[in-house]
């Protein structure tokens, strides 16, 4: 990033490439455990969720994106290494039902990855207002991606 890009950053620029970390690993896996359990699950609303999960799980590597090109440009780099992803992460990761049929669990534990990035985002724009406005509006982004996420999912629990 050009000079005058990195001195408007008053925030403690290895303390944002941490968060932005954070995020894009939390990003990352839930674009995975979204993709994964649309290709497992099983039974009569299968098809509905799968077409929503996979929507999702791009919206969730496109999120990643725009952690991943914050990164580099406040001088970092994105997870290099696959298998730092899960020690990267914040949120961690959450495995399908081993029955593919337990379509309730399924949803209950993308409202549990959907929260936990929720409340992040949330905290990271009160932590960045002030003092990292571009970092401040990607987490802004992202939060309100999330909430909408969120809501839908909740739409669908309130029907099972
Ligand atoms: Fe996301
Ligand atoms: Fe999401």
């Not at 968060?19 to 896996?29: H, P």
Request: glycine share 4%; aromatic share 10%.
């Amino acid at each position: 990033m050009g000079r005058t890009g990195k001195s408007i950053v008053k925030a403690d620029i290895n303390e944002v490439i941490s968060d932005l970390m954070k995020a894009y690993a939390d990003e990352w896996l839930a674009h995975y455990q979204y993709w994964v359990t649309a290709q497992w699950i099983r039974g009569i609303d299968a098809d509905t969720l799968r077409a929503i999960l996979l929507k999702q799980s791009e919206d969730e590597l496109k999120h990643a994106e725009k952690l991943a090109q914050r990164i580099i440009q406040l001088g970092g780099e994105p997870v290099l290494d696959f298998s730092k992803l899960l020690q990267t992460s914040g949120c961690g990761y959450i495995a399908p039902p081993t029955d593919p049929t337990d379509l309730k669990r399924v949803v209950e534990d993308v409202l549990k990855s959907e929260a936990c990035a929720i409340k992040f985002y949330n905290e990271m724009v009160k932590k960045y207002r002030e003092t990292d406005y571009v970092t401040h509006e990607i987490f802004e982004d992202l939060l309100e991606d999330e909430v909408e996420d969120e809501e839908e999912w909740d739409k669908i629990y309130s029907k099972m």
